[in-house]
């Protein structure tokens, strides 16, 4: 898959977006993109991909994943609300169940 930011028109757009979602959640802007994040939140296995709608427990509603971005001690998967424009992003930890599928390097 390869890298894109839900709604950005062209890949200089979403580069910016990524930054900037990147700068607020305190992430770091690295070459290596997220595209899916599996773990475990309470005894419940969770997935997050960029431009897909979150597991109902999160109460995201019907709004997408826009970036996940390694945070050094935890992941931060980010929705409008939840760590974009707004709000805390929901965090994953780092461990033996939390397993992240890169974008392509293309």
């Not at 200089?12 to 690295?30: I, N, P």
């Not at 995201?60 to 929705?79: F, H, K, N």
């Not at 169940?97 to 974008?103: E, K, L, N, R």
Request: with cysteine; charged share 25%.
């Amino acid at each position: 898959m390869k890298f894109f930011i839900p709604l950005a028109k062209d890949a200089e757009q979403a580069e910016r977006a990524y930054e900037a979602v990147a700068k607020f959640v305190h992430g770091a802007v690295t070459k290596d993109r997220i595209w899916k994040l599996s773990w475990r939140h309470k005894g419940m296995d969770m997935v997050a991909e960029v431009g897909k709608t979150l597991h109902p427990y999160y109460q995201t509603g019907q709004e997408v994943v826009i970036a996940i971005i390694d945070c050094g001690t935890c992941y931060s998967v980010c929705t409008a609300n939840r760590g974009v424009a707004r709000g805390e992003p929901i965090r994953a930890g780092k461990g033996y169940d939390t397993y992240a599928t890169y974008f392509d390097e293309e």
